[in-house]
């Protein structure tokens, strides 16, 4: 197996910018992604995962450039609490643009994180926009913690497999928190 991370961001790359959807490692468990933007593209990941469109998923993101090219307003608190996380943290914040309206949750909200993890980074980079990031499980069922657990349905569901990180155990999902533009704080998943 080829763990050369420049092949595969190319390789899920071209997958991505012709609407295609990917399974790929992220800094937490595998996840089934594409490009935030594109409609179509998210809609195929929702028929994957039979997931109800009311249910939105996460945006990955490498940057915060990238954070305010979607979030023209975002609390000053959402900084601080990035960068005491010492885990994984998902934001859950207000008032998203630049991205696929199916993915913008029906409170007109939008969750993210932003990942160092190199192979999302760097496809991130070469996209320049928002990688959709959702569970390797059909909904309601359990969130793999290997590659081997990954179900055949989604295996075959996706348009390309990332071929890295195959024999990593993941941590747990992100926790996720919910900030309004009034700085209201809620944890959602500690």
């Known amino acids: 197996m080829s763990e050369d991370i420049n092949t595969e961001v ?14 790929y490692p992220t800094d937490t468990v595998w996840g089934i992604g594409c490009d935030a933007s594109n409609e179509e593209a998210v809609a195929k990941v929702y028929a994957l995962k039979q997931r109800e469109e009311s249910k939105s998923m996460i945006c990955l993101m490498n940057s915060e450039k990238m954070v305010y ?10 900084w601080e609490l990035l960068d005491l996380s010492e885990k994984p943290t998902t934001l859950i914040l207000d ?21 160092k993890e190199p192979f999302c980074y760097k496809l991130m980079e070469r996209m320049k926009r928002p990688l959709v990031s959702t569970s390797a499980n059909i909904s309601g069922m359990f969130t793999p913690k290997t590659f081997k657990e990954i179900s055949p349905e989604i295996l075959k569901g996706v348009d390309y ?24 704080v809620k944890i959602i998943r500690k």
């Open 161 to 184: 497999v990332v071929n890295l990180q195959r024999d990593k155990v993941c941590k747990n999902p992100s926790t996720i928190i919910k900030l309004s533009l009034d700085s209201q």
């Open 69 to 78: 090219a979607v979030f023209p307003k975002i609390p000053e608190v959402a």
């Open 95 to 115: 008032g998203p643009k630049n991205v696929a309206k199916n993915i913008i949750a029906e409170d007109n909200t939008l969750a993210i994180r932003i990942v």
């Open 10 to 23: 190319h390789n899920a790359y071209e997958v991505i910018k012709n609407g295609g959807i990917i399974l």
